[in-house]
């Protein structure tokens, strides 16, 4: 089994800056991506960042240029750094992990419970 543990959410004032970090554990032969989703009731869950473990990465367009996303592999860790953030950023913010636990297992997916990123003045 793995677990990911998000970390980081809170309050900010239109223009301010949040990081959030997300640490897998468990049972990891390799992790094949990382990245954050976010969501607010009655809607879908959108993609915000990914990164692979090749290193590619990819952004919703409406936060390219604000948000950077980064990993730690020795701790099985990504972090997403949120700057100039907006009112329609606010949301849950959950990480997602495609998770390979064995070499002859195959990949599976995970989610962290969510973080809460309010933006307000």
């Known amino acids: 089994q793995v677990q990911l543990v998000e970390s980081g959410g809170g309050v900010v004032q239109p223009g301010g800056s949040l990081r959030l970090s997300c640490t897998a554990s468990?049972?990891?032969?390799?992790?094949?991506?990382m990245g954050w989703y976010r969501q607010n009731p009655g809607k879908e869950r959108e993609l915000v960042a990914l990164?692979?473990?090749?290193?590619?990465?990819n952004y919703a367009e409406s936060v390219k240029g604000r948000f950077t996303i980064s990993r730690d592999d020795a701790r099985n860790t990504v972090a997403l750094q949120m700057n100039n953030l907006k009112p329609e950023d606010t949301a849950v913010y959950y990480c997602?992990?495609?998770?390979?636990?064995?070499?002859?297992?195959?990949?599976?997916?995970?989610w962290g419970p969510g973080t809460q990123v309010t933006v307000s003045s």
């Open positions: 468990g049972s990891i032969y390799r992790i094949n991506s």
């Open positions: 997602m992990s495609l998770v390979r636990p064995r070499i002859t297992s195959a990949p599976s997916l995970y």
């Open positions: 990164i692979t473990s090749g290193g590619s990465i």
